[in-house]
């Protein structure tokens, strides 16, 4: 599949790191860990190719696509235990096909509202990102 090259997933750059930590390769996306960690557990699925919309992909593609998302939020919910999952796929300023997975937690930040994208308060040390993403990987069965 062909790389845009002004897509931050594309061309996996500095901006993407910046934002969230790689956990692995699934069917026909990458699974990151958002670095802002407000919503514990926080994830975002990215498809594998530039596609701007779930509908441009084949029948079969999107349904492997939404079984990527429904093994990340599964994965999640097992850890985590969140009273509810939202998920996002906005895109209105990066056109790449991508799930944000939000856990969120009744009594904690927008409960009963929309998540917020990057509300900055919460990031974790190094050795919490790795103990949270070694459990991810461990649920999803990926190295």
């Known amino acids: ?44 699925v990215v498809y594998k190719g530039h596609v701007k919309e779930l509908f441009h992909l084949s029948e079969q593609e999107s349904a492997a696509f939404i079984h990527d998302v429904n093994r990340v939020a599964e994965a999640l919910d097992k850890i985590f235990e969140p ?5 996002g796929a906005y895109g209105d300023t990066l056109h790449h096909l991508h799930m944000h997975i939000v856990p969120k937690y009744e009594g904690k930040e927008n409960w009963g509202s929309t998540f917020e994208m990057n509300l900055g ?6 050795d919490e990102y790795n103990e949270m993403i070694e459990k991810i990987k461990t649920q999803l069965q990926i190295n």
């Not at 910046?18 to 996306?29: C, F, P, R, T, Y």
């Not at 308060?121 to 190094?126: E, G």
């Open 121 to 126: 308060k919460t990031y974790l040390t190094d």
């Open 1 to 44: 599949m062909e790389k845009n090259q002004d897509c931050m997933y594309c061309m996996e750059d500095e901006k993407r790191d910046n934002l969230m930590i790689e956990i692995g390769k699934l069917g026909v996306s990458t699974v990151f860990l958002f670095k802002e960690q407000t919503y514990r557990g926080r994830c975002n």
């Open 83 to 87: 009273n509810k999952i939202n998920y």
